[in-house]
């Protein structure tokens, strides 16, 4: 079992940055990949970051590339998302994964989750 915990949301206005955390505890956290995912009311959840174990390859989607960056620290068994030049649309939970399932931007690929951040962006 991995538990996972984030924290760092909040509200902030357009054109600001927040940096989420996530704490793992459990099993190794250096063998997961790791990802951020995101809801928005009234929408699915939708794939945001991933960052693998092996290799520390970064993913991003397309609406967030060149603003956000995911990182981890393995030492820590903590992982980031640095969110700047927040935009509205940005608003949502963001979620915490980890898995070994191989499908990085899907949450098939993830066994594990945390209960959410909120994160409110206002115009």
């Known amino acids: 079992q991995v538990q996972l915990v984030e924290s760092g949301g909040g509200l902030v206005q357009a054109g600001g940055s927040l940096r989420l955390s996530c704490a793992a505890s459990?099993?190794?956290?250096?063998?997961?990949?790791m990802a951020w995912f995101r809801q928005a009311p009234g929408k699915e959840r939708e794939f945001v970051a991933a960052i693998t174990w092996l290799r520390g390859i970064n993913d991003y989607a397309d609406s967030v590339k060149g603003r956000f960056t995911i990182s981890r620290d393995n030492a820590k068994n903590t992982l980031y998302l640095q969110m700047d030049s927040l935009k509205p649309e940005d608003t949502a939970v963001y979620y915490c994964a980890a898995g070994r399932g191989g499908y990085i931007r899907l949450e098939i690929g993830y066994n594990y989750w945390g209960q959410g951040t909120q994160v409110t962006v206002s115009s």
């Open positions: 459990g099993r190794t956290f250096s063998n997961y990949d």
